[in-house]
């Protein structure tokens, strides 16, 4: 029955393409309105710190950035053990739409923490567990990319990066505690769900510019896999349908 | 039991044999892991011998000294328990602090200090404007100062 409410519907590309299309404006609006809270919360309103001065202020662009680096890697191995155990056409695709920008997250956390490292601890770059776990991180990104990329056939491509995106999860547990397991130069965690170790407007500046990664994410994940589904089913008759529209609403 | 049933186990069971062996991995590797060792694992034969490592621990209250040049330092890395004395001929981060972390990476000598060639300083994880942490400062020397008698001179730690 079409009128009655059924997650597995948007499983179909053809029900998620407009669905997805719908959502993108919402998800890029609220993605602006938290990011421009965040910045002004964490570049005008916040304190300065006691230790670092103004120079700390790159937590807002840090910290959110590398939260969403392992959050992004956690959703798309998510999503290919339920393409690996359900054969699902949607949950490679959608795996393939996260993969740049998580690896533009990671990187991000990198650069900027490389750039935060040189003036409070002297170095840009150490080998120590946390910034060696989140470059391995980024490797697993780009390595997936790579994968995924030199498999012709998407379905099978789907299935060899799944693989090894359900086998890269361990590095997730590996970066966020390894700041505790292991002696590192890299400071514990400031943000925990009982106590955080941070000045109130500090930490919601971080987190509102946590939320702007996320929505932003979202859209730029929908507007990717958009184009997947159009590519990957275009022999299909909703994308010939679609195109069609497309190219009619075009000669008007 | 269903085949997608099945597979979603065998999904989950691969899964936890990856984690122990990674488990088991990290655990044989750890001491390579380990950015630094403190003074308590120099002193009880950790440190290699004759070769490049870093120690860790917090620069000791009252313990760094400068030479005329500036650029030449000492000072004391402390894990409360055991002591080093480190060597120094360089820039230091603009963190490096008395009482706050330090990561140093160089040499043992014959006499048992520490020559280091790079200084890196380890900060906490506290972030809080300079007011609160005063406050936090305040706090902590008058409640040092309740235990101190009063002829030893209680002086309140300057904070700043």
Redesign the interface.
């Known amino acids: 029955m079409k009128d009655r409410f059924n997650l597995y519907r948007f499983a179909s590309p053809a029900t998620f393409y407009p669905l997805a299309g719908a959502m993108i404006p919402y998800f890029a609006a609220i993605s602006v309105v938290f990011g421009l809270a965040g910045l002004y919360l964490g570049m005008l309103v916040a304190p300065t710190d006691f230790q670092q001065g103004e120079g700390y202020r790159i937590i807002f662009i840090h910290v959110p950035a590398s939260w969403m680096s392992m959050f992004i890697y956690l959703v798309m191995a998510f999503w290919a053990a339920i393409g690996l155990a359900f054969n699902t056409r949607l949950s490679g695709m959608m795996a393939q739409a996260l993969a740049p920008t998580g690896a533009l997250m990671a990187f991000l956390s990198l650069w900027t923490g490389a750039l935060w490292g040189k003036p409070m601890w002297g170095a840009w770059w150490v080998w120590d567990a946390r910034l060696t776990s989140e470059l391995i991180l980024l490797f697993l990104y780009i390595g997936y990319m790579a994968l995924t990329a030199a498999i012709d056939d998407a379905r099978r491509a789907d299935k060899a990066g799944g693989l090894l995106l359900l086998v890269g999860v361990v590095n997730i547990p590996i970066i966020y505690f390894s700041v505790k397991w292991w002696n590192t130069l890299h400071q514990g965690s400031s943000v925990n769900l009982n106590k955080s170790s941070m000045a109130e407007t500090m930490l919601w500046g971080m987190l509102l510019m946590a939320m702007c990664f996320w929505m932003y994410s979202i859209a730029v994940a929908f507007m990717r896999v958009r184009t997947i589904m159009l590519e990957r089913e275009r022999h299909t008759d909703w994308v010939k349908a679609e195109l069609a529209d497309k190219t009619a609403g075009d000669e008007k | 039991m269903k085949s997608?049933?099945k597979?979603?186990a065998l999904?989950g069971g691969?899964?936890a044999v990856?984690?122990i062996i990674?488990a088991l991995v990290?655990n044989a590797l750890?001491s390579n892991?380990?950015?630094?060792?403190?003074p308590t694992d120099v002193a009880a034969g950790k440190a290699p011998q004759g070769k490049v490592f870093r120690i860790?621990g917090m620069v000791k209250e009252g313990s760094l000294q400068r030479q005329a040049d500036g650029v030449t330092i000492a000072f004391v890395v402390t894990d409360t328990e055991k002591d080093i004395t480190v060597n120094y001929k360089g820039?230091?981060?603009?963190?490096?602090k008395e009482g706050?972390g330090v990561?140093a990476q160089g040499k043992m000598t014959p006499t048992g200090t520490f020559t280091a060639n790079?200084?890196?300083?380890?900060?906490?994880?506290?972030?809080?404007?300079?007011?609160?942490?005063?406050a936090v400062d305040d706090a902590q020397s008058r409640a040092a100062n309740k235990h101190v008698s009063p002829s030893s001179g209680g002086q309140p730690k300057a904070s700043y």
């Open positions: 997608r049933h597979k979603l999904i691969a899964l990856i984690g990674a990290l750890n892991i380990a950015l630094y060792i403190s860790g820039i230091l981060p603009d963190l490096f706050k990561v790079e200084v890196l300083a380890k900060h906490d994880e506290n972030y809080m404007p300079p007011e609160a942490a005063k």
